[in-house]
């Protein structure tokens, strides 16, 4: 079974840059997430879609970042402009979202997008 | 609001002793608790999880984690650590319904000793 597709591993840009992720779940998966993972921290929960639908956007800076899933499958997580305490590992999770909106779920992730803002 | 602690930075064992990885919660009626472990440059795997029943849960690795209510406790246990244990584990909580959402732990480095 094929995971959880994150790109790039590894970006590197300027403060004031734009950068986007992409992510592709595991085939299946209705239930998607973002989180932002700082070093030395815990994840942090950024957005969690439904197939489509956003179930949870609390936590994003909404001035700044966005995320779509256009058709329920893939997504991208986009940043604009950056600024330097973005730096952190972007994670990409899915579950099957069969029942409480996935929050009984076992989460697969994906490796991670580091990304530095210099 | 939900929340978990997991207090400590860090947890040394040596191999072949057991070890525990504390993790305390809070949340609004029933949890849906987690670990996760996260080895370098990987991204965080499932060990095990607790819905609902038997307060012993065990999971991958020959790790086990016990529920206890009237603690709001969840912390990770193994009988006999081995060196390749050594890793970030992380707690999760979440709780019911649609207001919920997987909320995760800042992490405690397991360090096994030879």
């Known amino acids: 079974e094929a995971g959880v597709a994150q790109s790039p591993r590894y970006k590197i840009i300027e403060k004031r840059q734009s950068v986007a992720f992409w992510c592709n779940p595991i085939s299946g998966h209705a239930t998607l997430y973002w989180y932002q993972q700082i070093l030395g921290q815990g994840p942090k929960l950024l957005i969690q879609?439904?197939?489509?639908?956003?179930?949870?956007d609390s936590q994003l800076p909404k001035d700044r970042f966005s995320a779509e899933r256009l058709k329920g499958v893939d997504s991208t997580l986009k940043i604009q402009p950056a600024k330097l305490e973005d730096s952190a590992v972007y994670l990409c999770?899915?579950?099957?979202?069969?029942?409480?909106?996935?929050?009984?779920?076992?989460?697969?992730f994906g490796s991670g997008t580091q990304l530095s803002v210099l | 609001a939900q929340s978990v602690a997991q207090p400590e930075d860090q947890v040394n064992v040596a191999e072949g002793n057991p070890l525990t990885v504390k993790c305390t919660y809070s949340v609004s009626g029933n949890p849906y608790l987690f670990w996760y472990v996260q080895y370098p440059n990987r991204g965080l795997q499932f060990l095990l999880k607790?819905?609902?029943?038997?307060?012993l849960v065990k999971g991958s690795y020959g790790f086990e984690a016990e529920f206890n209510k009237s603690q709001t406790s969840f912390h990770l246990k193994k009988p006999s650590a081995l060196v390749s244990d050594s890793a970030l584990y992380f707690c999760?909580?979440?709780?019911?319904?649609?207001?919920?959402?997987?909320?995760f732990g800042s992490g405690t480095r397991l360090s096994i000793r030879p």
């Open positions: 999770a899915s579950s099957v979202g069969t029942s409480n909106f996935g929050t009984n779920e076992k989460l697969f």
């Open positions: 607790y819905i609902t029943g038997d307060n």
């Open positions: 999760a909580v979440s709780g019911e319904g649609s207001a919920s959402k997987i909320i």
């Open positions: 879609f439904q197939n489509n639908g956003v179930v949870d």
